[in-house]
């Protein structure tokens, strides 16, 4: 009863300015709306030891004005347009977006274009943005029960430096950065040739061409940014630690793995296995722990998609007095389970066709397009592959899930982290036996923790526009106007 | 800069506007009085249902607050044919989506899939809101965990404010209560499901509305087919008391000891959602506050840097309104926050906008309209909610220009009339002792509160005698309760006390009583570490509430009473 979805292919044109701007534009012009993502090919990989959190602090820069915008203005620009914007960065990538009416097309390539050619790296705004980011690590990852362990399970499964830090970075790595150190930055990475420029919705394809042309044309290239190497040791770095957390109200447990990079085979398998382990009220996990024994308040699980050697995980909060020893026990007998015994025809058929749903749904949003090609281009410089990927995930067989689940997840090669609710003494004895320590000490007058959403991989960072969000949920309390768009996840640098 | 380079010194203007085209939705009525709207969406193979029925919270008995919502919650837990199992692994082998849930106004179940599912994704909702079958160990874990999760909710501060400004301002209207009880939750038993179910789930209180890609005709007579048995019920008709009359400016401090921020809320009584003065309110709100370069935020963020953002709230439902002027700030300029706001709140009303605010305001609501239309949740949401509030059919096609049409002078003619700060209630969450004063420029009538919402004594009152033993629970964030003597002992006048439980005895020092307001500091063994605590607690007769603070840990409540 599985239905082949018969999609038109998603109109493409691609090309690359003479600077090495890549471009993709996706006409539709069913909405008058436009949707522009740009994604510079620089994340917290890119960082050097001693430089942590230099992606996303620049994230923040980029919207402290440049030649002809005013500080704080590019916000300002889009609302008095009627368009909504953020940015956000990631392990692999740091993008800027924003969707408006079809008519001010011209208004986001102004914008855009300005901060790529003269952006305004003065000592004065990176003090201001440095300030701005060490607030938002207070109050989105030291505050906040949970989101430090989930850091430091990075440090435990990931040997390569590159990978294993945060994008948020250290403190003293923050203030450690000069002027020449961010100009050095941005002239290395924020160069036409290190970035993708997608557009997506109502406009005239060779108009835009034209536009880019216009403002993107005589931004000068520069040297191609050094080489990055990911690449890691097939054990995790270490495999069993307790974290000691002041915010956290009760105890609570991350089991982390390594997994191949994402577009391996793999790699899909185990995308698939975790949908079944942990994703919706029909998975086996929710199943056997929330509903059946009881026993967690939530569990929870995640994929980290990265270009290179990649995670999994699997985060679990006990009910209180429950032996958490035991679930784990009966956790990793599950993955036992579907390692032993491939998927059956009904979770196949589950998988395949909220594949094709996710799919199709995401479709409808003309930002969710932009950013899905800029990562396509950016990473593999196939555009392409947003309409064919899911044919690679349809492709894999309730074998290869097993086989991939028995070789990189049902293996000792793993990493507990149990959470122990502490006093900060406690933890800060702790930690300072740990290579990172994953911040500064909790406020001591912050808000009482509520079950906390699964910590995202790297809070800061969702990929892309989550297919959930633009599933129907429940009504909000108040209506909402026409004009009130949904809010984004994640966190942008302003808003 | 160069000659050809001069066109980067000026934001570009805008292309000729594209014409949007709103979706033109087919409507008809069953016999049984269920309205269908339809609109035919054929861009992808996609379908979206909901199912919105006009009984939401303010509907809930008297007795059994927060019944809606659990119920609708409860509708895809089990059906007479089907357990909760079954729905959530049918629901999953479609790759779609069916959820349920309620506000004060109505009740949704939504479910969406591939249109190749889309048979089969109506039948299953039809089953759901017409047969749940409220099995009772449903009814058990979903009451376990809304009893959870009111716990954690009653320790965030946004919870307690709009608790606080739902019932100063709505009084003896539904609206006022925002959440159940735990006692509440007790009495909300399966017999009580079946019977608010079978009297308040009718079809002429609904409407079933469909985007997608379907046939009108098609999905009508499909929906005949599944829901032509449902039995037509009493109509309601909302008579809800009306909300109080504000006169005067009062302030309502909720305290809660340690809180590192201050939850303001400013509120005056507003309109509801068919008002003829929704457009200029939409049009005022833009301006002073419903978004990161209204005035409310350039001054309190950007300008002054109080809080993370400042807003306004144009909260119009159904039966009542508010207009409301929010911010979280940092405890210290609580003050500063007030003067800031009742600066602009004073603002909006003795000035007139300027043609660049309106101008931008206009630009934005109608910018922002079309994405907001973009994808079929979108585009269904908006028909919900013109179905749900009574707005017109043309809502959509006539949006923008009621946005266009509003003036300058209009704008100000609402700003007086509802914005009126000399009758504003003031709600503040926070650490009582540090924005007492801070607050008491702005009003001089404070009524201050516990947490649980409890009018704490006022000064005068018959202090408690407070020494001897209490019994008290100390709740724990994930439900557990630690019990605990609190023993309190006066010799010369000079008070002492211990607190005893299974973690060993500790005695307090530092002892404060004011009032029925008790305060002293201890150390409590936590694995064999000595951590500092403040205790608070307000006595009140043969009872006592507080809380219990760990050196930076989140503060734990408790209550209790006096020990025969």
């Known amino acids: ?495 | 800069m160069s000659q050809q380079e001069n066109f980067r010194t000026q934001p570009p203007p805008p292309l000729a506007p594209r014409p949007i085209t709103i979706p033109t939705p087919h409507e008809t009525v069953l016999a049984n009085g269920l309205t269908v709207v339809v609109v035919e969406d054929k861009r992808l193979p996609l379908v979206s249902y909901r199912l919105a029925l006009a009984v939401g919270g303010a509907y809930d008995p008297p007795t059994l607050p927060g019944l809606t919502d659990l119920l609708a919650g409860l509708l895809p837990e089990g059906t007479e044919s089907r357990t909760s199992r079954q729905i959530a692994d049918a629901v999953a082998r479609m790759g779609a989506s069916l959820s349920a849930g309620a506000n004060s106004d109505y009740t949704i179940v939504a479910a969406s899939a591939l249109s190749h599912f889309s048979d089969d994704v109506l039948e299953l909702m039809a089953d759901v809101i017409l047969n749940p079958s409220f099995p009772e160990n449903e009814v058990d874990l979903a009451r376990q965990n809304t009893k959870e999760s009111l716990r954690q909710q009653r320790a965030q501060p946004s919870f307690l404010a709009s608790e606080m400004v739902a019932r100063v301002m709505f009084g003896d209207h539904p609206y006022s209560v925002v959440a159940p009880t735990p006692e509440s939750i007790d009495r909300s038993t399966r017999d009580e499901f079946v019977k608010f179910h079978r009297q308040k789930f009718a079809p002429n209180n609904a409407v079933f509305i469909v985007v997608g890609d379907v046939k009108f005709e098609t999905i009508v007579a499909r929906l005949e087919a599944l829901f032509s048995g449902w039995e037509r019920g009493e109509k309601l008709a909302p008579n809800f008391p009306a909300p109080p009359v504000r006169t005067r400016r009062q302030a309502y401090l909720i305290d809660r000891p340690g809180s590192a921020q201050s939850n303001i809320v400013i509120a005056n009584s507003g309109i509801v959602r068919t008002n003829p003065d929704y457009f200029p309110m939409l049009l005022m709100h833009t301006v002073l506050g419903a978004t990161a370069s209204s005035r409310l935020f350039m001054n309190l963020r950007e300008e002054k840097g109080y809080t993370y953002g400042a807003y306004s709230n144009l909260d119009a439902r159904r039966s009542a309104g508010t207009f409301r002027a929010t911010a979280e700030v940092r405890s210290v300029v609580t003050g500063d926050s007030l003067k800031e706001f009742f600066f602009e709140l004073d603002r909006i009303r003795n000035d007139k906008v300027s043609e660049k605010e309106i101008a931008d305001a206009k630009s934005y609501l109608t910018g922002v309209f079309p994405v907001r239309l973009e994808t079929q949740e979108g585009l269904i949401d908006q028909l919900v909610q013109i179905k749900m509030l009574n707005l017109p059919n043309q809502y959509l096609e006539t949006y923008r220009d009621n946005v266009q049409a509003v003036t300058i002078e209009q704008i100000q003619r609402v700003a007086q009339e509802y914005v009126k700060p000399d009758q504003a209630a003031l709600v503040v969450v926070g650490d009582g002792a540090s924005v007492l004063d801070q607050i008491k420029p702005y009003c001089a009538d404070i009524e201050t509160f516990n947490t649980a919402g409890k009018l704490k004594a006022s000064e005068g009152s018959a202090p408690t005698e407070v020494t001897g033993s209490w019994t008290i629970n100390v709740d724990t964030p994930l439900g557990q309760s630690i019990p605990a003597t609190l023993t309190i002992e006066r010799a010369n006048g000079i008070l002492s006390g211990k607190i005893s439980s299974d973690m060993g005895n500790a005695n307090l020092g530092e002892i404060k009583l004011e009032s029925n307001s008790f305060q002293a500091q201890t150390s409590i063994e936590m694995d064999g570490h000595a951590v500092a605590a403040e205790i608070a607690a307000q006595f009140d007769g043969e009872t006592l509430m507080g809380t219990l603070k760990l050196r930076h840990s989140p503060p734990l409540s408790f209550r209790g009473e006096k020990a025969s």
């Open chain 1, 1 to 495: 009863m599985a239905p082949t979805i018969q999609l038109p292919p998603t109109p493409l044109e691609q090309f690359t300015l003479a600077n090495g701007l890549r471009v993709v534009l996706s006409q539709d012009n069913v909405v008058p709306v436009v949707s522009i993502a740009v994604y510079y090919d620089v994340g917290s990989r890119n960082e050097k030891e001693g430089r942590t959190g230099f992606a996303h602090l620049f994230e923040h820069m980029m919207f402290q004005g440049s030649e002809n915008v005013p500080k704080a203005a590019h916000f300002q620009y889009i609302f008095n347009a009627g368009g909504t914007m953020n940015g956000t960065t990631s392990t692999e990538r740091t993008n800027y977006f924003e969707t408006l009416p079809a008519n001010y097309l011209p208004l986001a390539f102004w914008l855009e274009s300005d901060r790529m050619r003269s952006l305004k790296v003065t000592q004065e705004n990176l003090d201001n943005q440095r300030n701005a980011v060490q607030e938002e690590k207070r109050l989105r990852y030291d505050n906040q029960p949970y989101v430090n362990a989930f850091l430091r399970m990075n440090e435990l499964i990931f040997t390569n430096q590159a990978n294993a830090h945060s994008t948020i970075g250290s403190m003293e790595d923050l203030d450690a950065a000069t002027i020449a150190d961010v100009q050095e930055f941005f002239r290395i990475y924020y160069a036409p040739n290190n970035a993708v420029i997608s557009v997506v919705g109502d406009f005239d394809k060779g108009q835009a061409r034209e536009l880019i042309e216009k403002y993107f044309g005589n931004i000068p290239a520069q040297q191609t940014p050094p080489p990055v190497d990911v690449s890691e040791t097939n054990d995790v770095a270490i495999k069993n630690e307790t974290f000691y957390d002041p915010l956290a109200p009760a105890p609570a447990f991350v089991l982390g793995w390594k997994i191949p990079a994402r577009r391996t085979r793999d790699f899909y398998a185990l995308s698939l296995a975790g949908s079944l382990l942990f994703d919706g009220d029909s998975s086996r996990l929710y199943q056997k722990f929330v509903k059946g024994d009881e026993s967690v308040v939530s569990i929870e699980g995640g994929v980290d998609e990265r270009r290179g050697p990649s995670a999994f995980y699997i985060f679990a909060l006990p009910k209180p007095g429950e032996e958490i020893s035991d679930i784990q026990a009966k956790i990793f007998a599950e993955i036992k389970a579907l390692a032993k015994e491939p998927p059956s025809a009904d979770e196949m058929e589950k998988l395949r066709n909220s594949l094709a749903n996710d799919s199709v749904r995401g479709r409808q949003s003309t930002m969710y397009r932009a950013q899905r090609l800029a990562e396509y281009t950016l990473y593999d410089s196939q555009p392409g592959l947003f309409d064919t990927e899911v044919d690679q995930y349809l492709s894999i067989t309730a074998q290869e899930i097993s086989a991939a689940v028995a070789r990189y997840v049902d293996v000792e090669n793993r990493v507990v982290l149990d959470i122990i609710p502490a006093s900060v003494e406690e933890s800060e004895t702790e930690q300072a036996a740990s290579p990172q320590p994953p911040g500064e000490p909790n406020q001591p007058t912050s808000p009482a923790p509520q079950i906390p959403e699964v910590p995202p991989s790297e809070p800061e960072s969702p990929r892309h526009t989550d297919v959930a969000q633009i599933k129907p949920g429940t009504p909000s309390e108040q209506p909402k106007d026409p004009a009130e768009v949904p809010q984004q996840t994640g966190s942008g640098p302003v808003l």
